[in-house]
């Protein structure tokens, strides 16, 4: 310590303090012979003053220590918003993309249908005489009579399989309209099912059936998904 603070003369008294890496700070130096009752008093307002100096860097330390883990936080936030922002961009868009495709295959199938023979047939399945039957039975129910004024909505509904089907509903329709519609079309092996809609998650079940669709928020157009029960 005497190499390091090289005094020039004995005795020799000093106050140091760690600093910055492995070095010390002198904060008081005193050599040559002094009155006992002058060092303690130099020493007591050297320590007190210097006490001060480091309970404030202290302080400052603190503050600065809270001031970036609450701006990591808010970072932190800001990048879960965009995150959360993107996957709903994402999901619109594939949703909407799906929505154009859906149509475009409706187009050309009524495009077919208006030709000369009966294209439309040869379009549908037809895997048993009966469901054939049930289907031409049901297609006077696929589509809901409108009110002349009254507002519309798109539903698109997806089946477990992947399937997609889009119905026209009035505003006024309430989700009971559209289970009579999904259970018109005699798909095989629905039973029991439920509507959810993803954006914001909710469930159309039985207690909603007597609600409009205008309502439960499905305008101008929206999407749900059939989930067997």
Do not use: W
Request: charged fraction near 25%; aromatic fraction near 6%; charge should be neutral.
């Amino acid at each position: 310590m005497a190499a390091t603070l090289r005094p020039s003369s004995f005795p020799f008294c000093a106050v140091i303090a760690p600093a910055a890496g492995n070095s010390i700070a002198v904060l008081q130096q005193m050599e040559g012979p002094i009155d006992p009752a002058e060092l303690v008093e130099i020493l007591q307002r050297t320590v007190e003053e210097q006490g001060s100096a480091f309970g404030r860097e202290e302080e400052q330390m603190r503050a600065r220590i809270q001031e970036a883990e609450r701006l990591r936080a808010i970072e932190k936030e800001e990048a879960k918003l965009r995150a959360d922002r993107q996957l709903r961009e994402e999901q619109d868009a594939a949703y909407f993309a799906a929505l154009r495709i859906d149509q475009e295959k409706e187009r050309l199938r009524n495009a077919r249908a208006q030709k000369p023979g009966d294209a439309s047939i040869r379009q549908m399945p037809s895997p048993t005489g009966k469901q054939i039957g049930k289907t031409r039975l049901n297609s006077s129910t696929r589509e809901p009579q409108h009110t002349q004024g009254t507002q519309t909505t798109q539903i698109l509904i997806r089946f477990p399989n992947g399937e997609r089907r889009e119905q026209s509903f009035a505003s006024t329709d309430t989700i009971l309209s559209v289970y009579r519609y999904i259970d018109s079309l005699g798909l095989p092996g629905l039973g029991n099912y439920r509507l959810i809609s993803s954006f914001p998650r909710k469930i159309y079940g039985v207690d909603q059936m007597g609600m409009t669709l205008k309502d439960a928020g499905l305008l101008p157009r929206a999407s749900l998904f059939l989930e067997l029960l």
